[in-house]
Every structure is written in C-alpha cells, then in structure tokens.
C-alpha cells in the first residue's frame, strides 16, 4: 500500500478514474484560513492559495495575473473538486437530517405503541368494571327473586286458587321493577355480546339471555316497542329482542298465541343429582342456586351436587355458597357408594 501528496491535478484525475486508487483530501476552512483536520475520503484536495492570499490582502491584481497560469485542465479540475466537495457536503447534511428523521420517526413510533397499549389497557379495565358491576346487579336481583319466591310460596293455599294468582301477579309487578331497576343501572355496564340478534321470535322459541348467561322460551309474541316475554326458570322477565340470542329454533307446531307456562314447571322432573364437572365457580354457582330452587319446589328433602375431586377448588368455593343459601339446612361429603369427596350431599 501507498500513501501520496501531491498537488498534481493529473493524478488526481488519474486517482478518479482508476479503481484502485482512492482521492482523499482534509478539509480547510477558506473563512477562517485553518484546517478542520477532517478527513475526505473520496474527494481529492484543491489549492486554496488564492482565497488565502485574497483573504490575507495581497493586491487583486497579482492574484488575477497568477490565475492567469492556471491552464483549462487545471480550472476543471478544481471546480470538479469545488463540485465533488458540495455534493459531499450536500449529502452529509442529507444523511443528518435522515438520521435525525429516522430518530424522530422512532420515537412516535414508541409513543404511538405506548398509547395504543394504555388504550387497551384502559378498555380491559373498564370492561372488567363493567362485567364486575352486572354479575353484583344480576346476584342482588337474585337475591330479590329469590325473596319473593319464598314469600310467595308461603302464601300459595291449594284450597284458595284466587289468592294463588293474586300473590302470582304480585311477585310479577316486583320482578318487573327490579328488572327495570337493573336496566337502569346496568344499561351503560353492558359489554358487547357475540352473535347477531333475531329479526322476530315466536312463542316457544328457546333463546340466550347475555346479561344473565341464562336460557329462556320465550312466552308470547313480540310487542310493539320490540320487547317479549320469557320463561327463565320460574320467573318470567320482559326483554328486548336486541339483548336476545336465539338458542335453538323451536319447531313451529304451534299456532302464534302466547305460550302460558305455569309459575312452577319442571317439578316433576328434577334429577336428585346436578353434575357440575367442566364448569367454573361462577357457572356452578349460578346452576346450583337455580336447581336448589327448583329442588325445594318439587319436594326434595336431598340432593347431590357432583363437582369431582380435582384440586378441591369448586368444592370449597360451592361449601362457602351452600352455607349462605336460605334453602339449604345442611350438607357433607358423599359416603361410600355416593361418590365420596367428589360428591356433596346437601340437605333442604
């Protein structure tokens, strides 16, 4: 390897046109008459004598006399070189002001993805809010059902059938200000449900209610303002066909009258056992305090609640439930042919 200084314009055309051989040059200040010591690789040196000499107060007429010696090659060389160093210039402003888009660019990116995580953020707390809210509306209307249930069933007299229905059409008007109630204050709480509404529905047409994660059969036709009538259970509530899900289409064998189903069915056909395996604490929950219900209505004295061995967990969460439920007296493990811990045997 070699290292040259020359102030030969030929070999510095000559170092242009040959690849092997590289120009370089360190950079000078013409204002302040001193070198930057910045290395140019790329861009061959150019003589600055007459700027030096102008700038120094040499007379203008021995500097135009000496530009007079330079030949045409020599004055192309150097505004190739005035040109090669402006484009350099040019393109180190360039690649500076990419850089510092480049930096700028980067920083909104981060701060956009930091808003877009705090969003999400935001709207994961809120809907969990939200979801915590309905199920506390949802048990308290529970809780109310369940009240007026009992009041009713101490009311009901087989022998006084007016009085029956009476008590019936007041349990009624309650259930409908609660659900009215819970409306109101869970209006604004209501997460979006999959699945499309039904356009129409049609007495005997079993539907999903979201709002209480509960199946229904609707009751009568559809009313003007788009509400209906269902069946959940023995509570028969008022809704809009929009928080509906249709569950199962319903064969239409039947002529388009309102369905009346009686305040307590299913009576005669509740199973001694509910199997609650695969579901969660608050799914379990929610069928175990609707079965106990039904149980009671029917005439059960006793029934198992099959929950499995696992971890335990659902076990002990439904004890600490079963000890706050007004219909139950008592309960314990199964015995021996009964299922054992995986069982719970509950007296009512």
Known sequence: RCVATT??????????????????????????????????????????????????????????RARGFLTSEDMQVADLITSLEENKRI???????????KIELELTK???EREAAEAERKQKETLAK??????????EAQKEAKRLLQELKTTLDAEAEKAQIRAGQS?????RSIEKSLERE?????????????QTLSPGD????????????????VGEQGEVQVQVGQIRITAKISDLRLEKKAEKTKKDTPVKIPLVSKSANISPSKDLRGLTLDEAVLEVDKYLDEAVIAGLHEVSLIHGKGTGALRRGLNEFLKTHPQVTGFRLGGEGEGGS???????
């Open 130 to 139: 939200a979801n915590r809210e309905a199920r506390r509306v949802i048990r």
């Open 7 to 64: 102030h030969y314009s030929e070999l510095k055309s000559y170092a242009y046109s040959t690849p092997l051989i590289e120009n370089a040059s360190v950079e000078f200040d013409a204002e302040t008459l001193r070198p930057t010591y910045r290395l140019l690789v790329g861009v061959p040196g150019r003589s600055n004598a007459f700027e030096v000499a102008a700038r120094l107060g040499l007379n203008e007429k021995v500097i135009e």
């Open 206 to 221: 079993e539907v999903m209610i979201p709002q209480l994660q509960q199946v229904g059969v609707v009751a009568g036709p």
């Open 91 to 101: 393109a180190s402003q360039e690649r500076q002001q990419a850089h510092q888009l």
């Open 110 to 112: 981060r701060e956009l």
């Open 342 to 348: 995986g069982v719970t045997v509950v007296s009512l």
């Open 186 to 198: 869970a209006g604004t709480l209501k997460p979006s449900y999959p699945g499309k509404a039904p």
């Open 171 to 175: 349990a009624q008007e309650k259930l």
